[in-house]
Nanobody, 123 residues
Framework: QVQLVESGGGLVQAGASLRLSCAAS????????LGWFRQAPGKEREFVTVISWSGANTYYADSVKGRFTISRDNAKNTAYLQMNSLRPEDTAVYYC????????????????WGQGTQVTVSS
């Protein structure tokens, strides 16, 4: 089992950058894929990106490809989401999630979730 805590959210202007962190407890973290999802007001939660347990493989939603970068440091039990060139439409609560799998992209493929961190991008 693993517990996840996100941090790093905030209010920024369009074009700025933010780096989110997802800190995990539990020894199993290094065996899990780690995904980021987001939920904007009035919308369903959507997939953003995922990284494999080793960090060797990643996959991104088209909406963030080229702007966001996911990474992980298994020695620190932490994953990161570097977000560049932020847009107002990136405004959402961002969640990290973990579980076994090969680059899972569906919410129902993850058992473990953080509480979320708010990212607000002003125009």
């Amino acid at each position: 089992q693993v517990q996840l805590v996100e941090s790093g959210g905030g209010l920024v202007q369009a074009g700025a950058s933010l780096r989110l962190s997802c800190a995990a407890s539990g020894r199993a973290f290094s065996r899990y894929a780690l995904g980021w999802f987001r939920q904007a007001p009035g919308k369903e939660r959507e997939f953003v990106t995922v990284i494999s347990w080793s960090g060797a493989n990643t996959y991104y939603a088209d909406s963030v490809k080229g702007r966001f970068t996911i990474s992980r440091d298994n020695a620190k039990n932490t994953a990161y989401l570097q977000m560049n060139s932020l847009r107002p439409e990136d405004t959402a609560v961002y969640y990290c999630a973990a579980d076994y799998g090969t680059l899972p992209t569906g919410e129902d493929e993850y058992r473990y979730w953080g509480q979320g961190t708010q990212v607000t991008v002003s125009s």
